[in-house]
């Protein structure tokens, strides 16, 4: 690192950690435990604020699945397995999406109950999750096969906004538990007009697995783009987002002005972690006083403070007016015009 420069790469932050700290450089021990502490510090400085940086923002687009009933199927009762005629379920899309997926939900012959989708294996042969339940087989059978949980973006650590998935279709985010109250049965298909995150098993691997789940479900293919914070905290030298520093080059996807709060933050993790709390408490002060300057560096530009917004059109219209018996007011007791708003 050079004498006249900030904190760069990932090597850069955990030399910079150690020469701080006054140990030796070059022990892979130390090395290790200090490259841990940096990965510690820049997780930490993302989850613990009330704020949302704006380099950790992202967009992407949900494309979601129209409904399939093409053919019929057959199932015996307290059988699983499914029999297409006239269906293709393993073929593709012009949207590169398979008439039917695994995940997905069916209900046969117009009945009330909901089956999920556990393989498909053809075009005319699948599985459910759960046995069919009716007091006869199901022959030659009408069904409608649709989604309304879709996979989220491989990075989506949580919404940017907690009330509104789509500003731009206006699709509020609702709590699970708000969701679940008033939509007990996703049986309604139409425009979504309701969202909700939810947590899933992972699957043959570590990955979590967080899917939105649409409300009414979509009864046609639509384009939702949405906005989330990203986990990827750190970017490669050749330009490829990963979750944390591994490599020596790797950096921070943090502006590089700000990147010396990850070594403040890890120094006083070390010094406390080391019973040190004189010191610790003391850079823990500076890197809050840092952290103060970086939340009101005007340049970053997306923190909503509580504010009077005039209404200005609203107020030239009504206030500017001349008061007469017909119309017009010199003034206005509720929020005609000015609102409150973050």
Avoid: C
């Avoid at 150690?18 to 820049?42: D, M, P």
């Avoid at 087989?137 to 409608?144: E, R, V």
């Avoid at 969202?195 to 979509?218: M, Q």
Wanted: neutral net charge; aromatic residues 10%; hydrophobic residues 35%.
């Amino acid at each position: 690192m050079s004498a006249t420069s900030q904190p760069t790469t990932f090597e850069d932050l955990y030399t910079d950690l150690q020469n701080r700290v006054r140990v030796t450089t070059g022990i892979s021990a130390t090395q290790t435990q200090a490259q841990r502490y940096i990965n510690i510090s820049l997780q930490d400085i993302h989850v613990g604020t009330k704020y949302v940086f704006p380099w950790t923002e992202r967009r992407a687009f949900l494309t979601t699945h129209a409904p399939y009933i093409t053919g019929t199927l057959s199932v015996s009762a307290g059988s699983t397995a499914l029999v297409g005629s006239g269906t293709l379920w393993n073929t593709a899309t012009v949207y590169n999406q398979n008439n039917m997926r695994v995940g997905s939900k069916i209900t046969i012959a117009g009945g009330h109950d909901i089956y999920r989708v556990s393989t498909v294996v053809n075009d005319t042969s699948g599985t459910l999750e759960t046995r069919y339940v009716a007091s006869s087989d199901a022959s030659g059978a009408a069904y409608i096969n649709y989604e309304d949980e879709y996979a989220l973006a491989a990075d989506f650590e949580r919404p940017l906004d907690f009330q509104m998935f789509s500003t731009d279709w206006e699709l509020p985010l609702v709590n699970r538990s708000d969701f679940r109250r008033n939509h007990v049965r996703s049986n309604i298909s139409g425009r979504p007009r309701m969202a909700s995150i939810l947590d899933l098993p992972s699957i043959g691997n570590t990955t979590p697995v967080r899917k939105v789940l649409l409300y009414p479900y979509p009864d046609q293919v639509y384009v939702i783009p949405y906005a989330y914070v990203t986990a990827n905290l750190a970017v490669s030298a050749t330009g490829t987002e990963q979750a944390g520093l591994v490599s020596a080059t790797d950096e921070p996807i943090m502006p590089l002005r700000y990147r010396y709060a990850v070594v403040l933050h890890a120094l006083e993790a070390w010094y406390r972690d080391k019973r040190d709390d004189a010191r610790s408490q003391e850079v823990k002060v500076e890197y809050e006083q840092l952290m103060n300057r970086v939340i009101s560096d005007h340049d970053m530009g997306t923190h909503n403070r509580v504010r009077i917004q005039p209404r200005a059109g609203l107020y030239r219209s009504y206030a500017a007016r001349p008061y007469t018996r017909r119309g017009g007011a010199r003034y206005s007791l509720n929020n005609r015009f000015d609102t409150f708003s973050e």
